[in-house]
Each structure stands twice: as structure tokens, then as C-alpha cells.
DNA sequence: AGCTGACCCTGTAAGC
DNA sequence: TGCTTACAGGGTCAGC
């Protein structure tokens, strides 16, 4: 659930409290949330002791607190990640549990288990400095430097699927499935249809409205169904109300009326107006 | 080599 | 009523 959008509501948040604050304790409650971290629980905890959070950055959908010795607390919110701040919350789902140098409490709650913390050097990718787990993933469409041509080119060559393509993060980050379906919607364009049949044009245009839509839920707190994704204070976001497709199924499309589709795709659901994004032939 | 699909996990809700 | 099954899905990787 959470992606670009929510994610950087989470990182903006941190930003404005973390910046400049120092680590007094670090307590790991589930050792998958730091499975990532390959030297342990143990190390990571002695490694954030006494550390300076010196900022705050993300890609796509990972996001990370530049320390003061030149490493990254990588955080990935996974499906149900939350990075909450305030008083430890009361609740077995916490996962990793901060203690900051005002007092305040860095807290990671997850309940599905596919978040995160680990610990990594910088490295530099492509003139940018990210942490080496973030060094595969592609820039995303929120990102000043973002080379809208050169990915079209990288799609043009792709013998698959274009959601497919989409939801892949070396291709282009940040999209999940919920922001696939809306950008595919606003380009009228099916999630089936080959890359590689797609013009120039029509992939630009995808590009393009994959960046308007992931802007518009940023700038209304992000998408949320339930109290699985929230921001650093635990509340929830609103776009939900904005979406155009993604969860519709048979309710009319905002277009042209046809009652929208759902089918079923890599182990999830994709939602599209029959009649604006009619299917390939195969 | 590029691509596909199974798997990890837990809470909620629908179905029998 | 209570149990079983389906579903939500980001990222990884075995295997085709």
C-alpha cells in the first residue's frame, strides 16, 4: 500500500522532527524487520548508538536518515510498515523501537513483516549518492533528474507486459499497483498490452501521467483504505477518495461510464475501464 | 538473457 | 456458529 506518495508523506514528516537529533537507544522486538541487515540485530543496534541523524532521503519506495559517520539507516515500509514518532505505541506489531536525544520515540510498527531497517554505505549511482541496498533501483518520476526519454527507450525494448514493467523498480520506482492502474487509466492505455507495441508516444504520456497522479495523492497526504498505512503522527491520508479505477470494480468509469473491470494479475487485481482501455488481441 | 510466477506474512472478510 | 479459504501486495529469486 504504501508507495511514493505515502512514503515520502512519512519522509517529509521525519525530516522536520529527525534532522539533527541523535540516537540514545535502539531496541530490535522481531528479528525479521532487521533481516536485512545481515551483520544482525545486535550490530545494528550498537551501530545506531549515539549516531547523529544528519537528514532524510528517498527513492521510490525506500526511504532513509543519513547518519553522521557517512552510513544510512535504510527504512522500507514493505506493505504495513509505519514509521511513528511520539511514545512507543502499545502494540504487538511493534518491530524496532528508537529512543531520540529530545525524548521522542522512533518507532517501527509492521504488521504483515515485509518493512524494514537496515544499515548501508553510500555509494554514488549515476550522480546520485544512495545507499548501496537503493543502488539497483531506477530514479523515480518525483525526481528532478528524472529522464522520461531514456525510460521510454528502455521500454520500447521490453518483450512484456507494460504494468508489468510499470511495478518494475529498476525500470522506473515508486509505482506500486494501486498508482499503475490510476496512470494506465489516465493514459487509456490496458496493462496488457505489450511495451514493446506501445509508441514513443503513448509511453511518454504514461510517464507523464504516472508523475501527475503520484503528485496530486502527494499533495493530499497520500492513499489509504484502512489504519495500515498512516503518516509519522498515525493518520491516514486521503486520496482514496481521488481514484479513478483501482478498487472500482463495476462502479461506472469517470469517463465514459462503462462499468469498470477487475482481473486478476500477478497474485493481485488490476482495475480498468473496458471501453477507455480496451484489451490486446492475443 | 530476459521474463514469469511463486513465495514471504498477518489480519480481515467472505463463504460454506 | 465456527472453520476454511481468499485476498491485500513489494521485492526477491528460482527456473523456464
Known amino acids: 500500500m504504501p508507495e511514493l506518495p505515502e512514503v515520502e508523506v512519512v519522509r517529509r514528516g521525519l525530516q522536520a522532527h529527525v534532522a539533527g537529533r541523535s540516537i540514545s537507544a535502539v531496541r530490535v522486538h522481531h ?18 548508538l549515539d549516531a547523529q541523524i544528519t537528514g532524510t532521503d528517498r527513492r521510490g519506495k525506500y526511504l532513509w536518515l543519513t547518519l553522521n559517520d557517512e ?4 527504512v522500507h515500509l514493505g506493505m504495513s510498515g509505519q514509521m511513528l514518532l511520539g511514545p512507543v505505541p502499545n502494540t504487538n506489531h511493534l518491530r524496532i ?4 536525544d529530545d525524548g521522542t520515540a522512533l518507532s517501527f510498527v509492521d504488521q504483515r513483516t515485509f518493512g524494514g531497517w537496515q544499515l548501508a554505505d553510500l ?18 518520476p ?22 508489468r514493467q510499470l511495478l518494475d523498480q529498476t525500470v522506473v520506482s515508486g509505482i506500486g499497483n494501486i498508482y499503475a492502474d490510476e496512470s494506465l487509466w489516465r493514459a487509456k492505455i490496458n496493462g496488457a498490452r505489450l ?22 495523492a502527494l499533495g493530499q497526504g497520500g492513499t489509504s483504505f484502512d489504519s495500515l ?52 488481441r492475443r
Open 31 to 48: 528479528p525479521r524487520a532487521v533481516r536485512r541487515h545481515e551483520a544482525g540485530a545486535a550490530d545494528l543496534t550498537a551501530r545506531l
Open 97 to 100: 523501537a528508537a529512543l531520540l
Open 71 to 74: 552510513t544510512a539507516l535504510v
Open 142 to 163: 518525483l525526481d528532478p533528474r528524472f529522464d522520461r526519454d531514456a525510460v521510454v527507450t528502455v521500454l520500447r525494448r521490453k518483450h512484456s507486459e507494460i504494468k
Open 195 to 216: 511495451a514493446e507495441n506501445l509508441t514513443r508516444r503513448q509511453l511518454g504520456e504514461l510517464l507523464d501521467a504516472a508523475g501527475e497522479v503520484m503528485r496530486e
Open 229 to 280: 498505512y498512516v503518516n509519522v503522527n498515525g493518520q491516514s491520508g486521503y486520496f482514496d477518495r481521488s481514484l479513478n479505477v483501482y478498487g472500482r470494480e463495476d462502479l461506472p468509469c469517470p469517463r465514459c461510464g462503462t462499468a469498470i473491470r477487475r482481473e486478476k494479475f500477478m497474485n493481485r487485481s488490476s482495475f480498468y475501464c473496458p471501453k477507455c482501455q480496451p484489451r490486446p
Open 123 to 140: 555509494v554514488d549511482v549515476d550522480g546520485a549518492r544512495v545507499p548501496e541496498p537503493v543502488a539497483h533501483i531506477a530514479r523515480d
